[in-house]
């Protein structure tokens, strides 16, 4: 099978990653890659020779845009990852635009044109497949589920000596509303008089300064620290180094419908996880089996971290059983090999 990969994706974006890293390992899978930055730089006659030798269009993650653009210059299966919807991110869980302005029916409708346009879209769970479904009008024939994963060749464990005494808990993203950074602060300014007990946040965006600000000056909590960005290697050492992980806890709805790439990075790196019960959650992680899923609160993430401090043999327990799940049926060369299947499927006219 030959996939051409096109659009103005980033090629380092984590949930494109896993795919390109995984499609390259599989030997019977030819892909090539036609990217591009915009109007500019886009050269039609090149894509649709490339677009000729393929049996399958695939447009990665956020090129809802490119979508109509390369539809009408191809008759070849197009398989569309949108990842988001651009609807729901902008003006529920930013909250940057008016529901009821113009510029939220712009973007309902890219959303709607871009999915309705793709011969099959692939959803990172089945709570967002339902949402594409219900909300955006998308037909469910249309609509497979093909989880996020984790490259295991860039996330593992590693036998490395701990540099702190402390009980290190440890959280990386970018600050964005559905991951409740917020009610982080919240639990370490609970555990504050826990001298064992260190936060730390890596990473920034949306709401870090604010978040920061919030601990830091207003809060004047001592135990907790924000490492800033780091990359690759650097944040595999780093979060090798935490005792347990935080997932999310906002309040969005988008927050109720997705795995984030953080917990499946935990969980590759043998960690015990402790993140908010939610439906995409629940599609993969069982509570007390792989995971401790708590209600979101400060109060219930505060508990199951010092219940986690306190009992060595249910973090190793958590740890191992999260591992084994996913890097077994969660690794990239899975991802991959899902999103293979699905292609062969909307080749056969599935």
């Not at 249910?314 to 059983?321: A, I, P, S, Y």
Request: glycine share 6%.
């Amino acid at each position: 099978m030959k996939i051409l990969v096109a659009g103005q994706f980033d090629p380092h974006y984590n949930r494109s990653r896993v795919i390109f890293d995984g499609l390259e390992l599989i030997p019977e899978i030819e892909v090539s890659y036609y990217r591009y930055t915009g109007s500019k730089d886009f050269d039609k006659k090149k894509f649709k020779q490339l677009a000729e030798t393929a049996d399958v269009v695939f447009i990665p993650s956020f090129c809802h845009r490119d979508v109509s653009r390369l539809r009408y210059l191809t008759k070849k299966p197009i398989v569309f990852d949108p990842l988001i919807s651009r609807y729901l991110t902008k003006v529920f869980d930013y909250k940057t635009i008016s529901p009821y302005s113009i510029r939220a029916l712009k973007n309902y409708l890219k959303d709607k044109i871009a999915m309705s346009l793709a011969d099959m879209v692939v959803c990172d769970t089945k709570a967002h497949l339902n949402y594409f479904k219900t909300v955006i009008g998308i037909n469910e024939n249309k609509l497979r589920v093909l989880p996020v994963g984790v490259n295991t060749a860039d996330y593992f464990p590693m036998l490395m000596q701990k540099e702190t005494s402390f009980f290190d808990v440890g959280f990386y993203g970018s600050f964005i509303p559905l991951q409740g950074c917020f009610t982080i602060i919240e639990a370490a300014r609970l555990l504050e008089k826990e001298p064992a007990i260190r936060f730390h946040l890596i990473g920034d965006g949306f709401d870090f300064e604010k978040v920061k600000f919030t601990a830091l000056e207003k809060y004047k909590l001592t135990n907790i620290s924000f490492p800033g960005w780091l990359n690759g290697t650097e944040l595999n050492l780093a979060m090798n180094q935490f005792d347990c992980c935080l997932g999310i806890f906002g309040e969005t709805k988008k927050a109720d419908l997705v795995i984030p790439n953080k917990v499946y990075h935990y969980a590759a790196l043998k960690k015990p996880i402790i993140t908010k019960r939610t439906t995409g959650i629940l599609e993969v992680f069982t509570d007390k089996k792989d995971a401790l899923l708590v209600e979101g609160s400060p109060e219930s993430i505060a508990a199951a971290i010092l219940q986690l401090k306190n009992d060595e043999a249910e973090r190793k327990k958590l740890g191992e059983n999260t591992f084994n799940l996913i890097t077994g049926q969660y690794n990239h060369i899975e991802i991959a090999r899902k999103l293979v299947a699905i292609c062969r499927e909307v080749m056969n006219g599935i």
